[in-house]
């Protein structure tokens, strides 16, 4: 009972002194409860055959047909595949392209040529990305600048996105030149606070440039590569499925169909709410086992994880 009464003290006494600190922090908890906790009670409808017009309380209980559906389904293989094929190439390219761009940028010397570049990376960022899918279609028929590209290298003009083989690629380059420079801006705040006394003591020690790198930038910069590489796989199965019905047609679902898109259109245009939610649901419980895994592993062998 004393020690009950002591931490209601010492909270008490924490919340008065950093009283303006919680105070700036109450809108952004107030966010959360309302946008993030408060609705996963929805998620109640994954286990029901929903109807809007009898609400959450008396809809009739389905138990796990729902999921049991959704495996047997003829496309669950499909999206999977098609899923983790995205989400892996995403990743193997998408992730160390903006750390490279910015260890690149930290060597510049000359400010008003690295101004410029960086201002060029991060303008793709803000163009939207009904926009940005519009000029990737345009780009990918028949007479334009891609065909041009592949017949001056002996190849025929297409239209690349009618073709489900050329899909992956389209989704996964344009996403590196979409994002590389606004993802590498924390990496190069992450650079800005390396110790230059380090630089200058690898210098008289005789390294180079590239030694400095490799020795100096790329381990203080460990850190926040794998904080950032964590919440990445944990959200490894959430491929966005705007920039994906935006770029898909019926043609190519063999290689773009996935578990978002997939989600969208038995849950918003069928209005299949229950299966839809189920499906989504499934979706997270992946990702939250593959957070968890990778940051296990991570502390195993590096010693950084997030908790």
């Known amino acids: 009972m004393i020690g009950k009464h002591s931490w209601f003290k010492a909270a008490a006494r924490d919340l008065s ?16 409860i ?14 029901q055959d929903y109807r809007p017009q009898l609400g959450f309380i008396r809809s ?5 047909r729902h999921f049991k559906n959704f495996f047997n389904d003829v496309y669950f293989f499909r999206l999977i595949r098609n ?83 050329y899909f992956v690629r389209i989704y996964v380059i344009s996403g590196v030149w979409h994002t590389i420079g ?10 800005t606070g ?15 440039r590239f030694r400095r790198m490799w020795h100096i930038t790329f381990p203080n910069l460990l850190p926040t590569i794998m904080v950032l590489f964590i919440l990445r796989m944990g959200n490894i199965l959430n491929v966005g499925f705007e920039k994906i019905i935006l770029l898909y047609n019926q043609g190519i679902y063999e290689t773009a169909d996935v578990i978002s898109s997939y989600v969208y259109r038995r849950g918003i245009i069928e209005a299949s709410y229950s299966y839809a939610t189920a499906v989504g649901l499934f979706n997270s419980l992946v990702n939250v086992c ?15 994880a997030l908790y």
Request: hydrophobic letters at 50%; proline letters at 4%; charged letters at 15%.
């Open 34 to 47: 309302l946008f993030a906790y408060k609705p996963m009670y929805g998620l109640i409808i994954a286990f």
């Open 17 to 32: 002194r950093n009283r303006y600190k919680y105070l700036m922090a109450l809108p952004v908890v107030v966010f959360f």
């Open 194 to 208: 390396i110790d230059q006394e380090q630089y200058e003591a690898g210098k008289i020690d005789g390294a180079g």
């Open 290 to 304: 593959f957070l968890v895994m990778a940051n296990k592993l991570s502390k195993m062998y590096t010693e950084l």
């Open 83 to 165: 899923t983790f094929s995205i989400s892996f190439y995403s990743i193997l390219f998408g992730f160390p392209a903006p750390i490279i761009f910015a260890l690149l940028l930290n060597e510049l010397k000359n400010m008003i040529f690295k101004r410029t570049v960086q201002t060029l990376t991060y303008m793709p960022y803000f163009i939207s990305m009904v926009i940005v899918c519009s000029l990737i279609r345009v780009y990918s028929s028949t007479n334009n600048i891609f065909s041009q590209i592949a017949v001056f290298f002996g190849g025929e003009p297409k239209n690349y996105l009618t073709f489900s083989k």
């Open 60 to 64: 009739p209980w389905a138990g796990l």
């Open 182 to 191: 606004w993802n590498s801006i924390i990496f190069l705040a992450a650079l």
